[in-house]
C-alpha cells in the first residue's frame, strides 16, 4: 500500500516563508509526475504547480516567481517552498504523486496518490 505523507503548514504573517514535504511510502517501482495543489474555503482545489520525473516545472500564474517546487527521488519526497507569502495564498494544500506499481500480472500500473492535506494560513 501506498502513503503519502505532508508536512511543513501552519500560520505565518503575510510576507513571510514555509516549506511543504510530501513523503511517499510503501512498495512502489517509480514516481512520475508530482504536484501541489491547494482548496480555499468555498473553491474548488486548484493545481498550484508540478515537477516532472526529469525535473521541468510548472506553476500557476499566482505563484510564479514566489514558489518553488522541487523533488529528492532518493527520498520520494515533494517540496514546496513558498516565499512572499500573501493572505490570498490561505488554503489546505494537497500534494499529489503519480506513481508505478507493478501488479501481480506482471504489467506496470500508474495510480494518482494524494496526500491527507496540510493547512497554511497567512495573516495580514
Known amino acids: 500500500q501506498v502513503q503519502l505523507v505532508e508536512s511543513g503548514g501552519g500560520l505565518v504573517q503575510a510576507g513571510g516563508s514555509l516549506r511543504l514535504s510530501c513523503v511517499a511510502s510503501g512498495i512502489f517501482l517509480r514516481i512520475n509526475a508530482m504536484g501541489w495543489y491547494r482548496q480555499a474555503p468555498g473553491k474548488q482545489r486548484e493545481l498550484v504547480a508540478t515537477i516532472t520525473s526529469g525535473g521541468t516545472t510548472n506553476y500557476v500564474d499566482s505563484v510564479s516567481g514566489r514558489f518553488t517546487i522541487s523533488r529528492d527521488n532518493a527520498q520520494n519526497t515533494v517540496y514546496l517552498q513558498m516565499n512572499s507569502l500573501k493572505p490570498e495564498d490561505t488554503a489546505v494544500y494537497f500534494c499529489?504523486?503519480?506513481?508505478?506499481?507493478?501488479?501481480?500480472?506482471?504489467?506496470?500500473?500508474?495510480?494518482?496518490?494524494w496526500g491527507q492535506g496540510t493547512q497554511v494560513t497567512v495573516s495580514s
Open positions: 499529489n504523486q503519480r506513481i508505478v506499481r507493478r501488479m501481480k500480472s506482471g504489467g506496470l500500473y500508474e495510480s494518482n496518490y
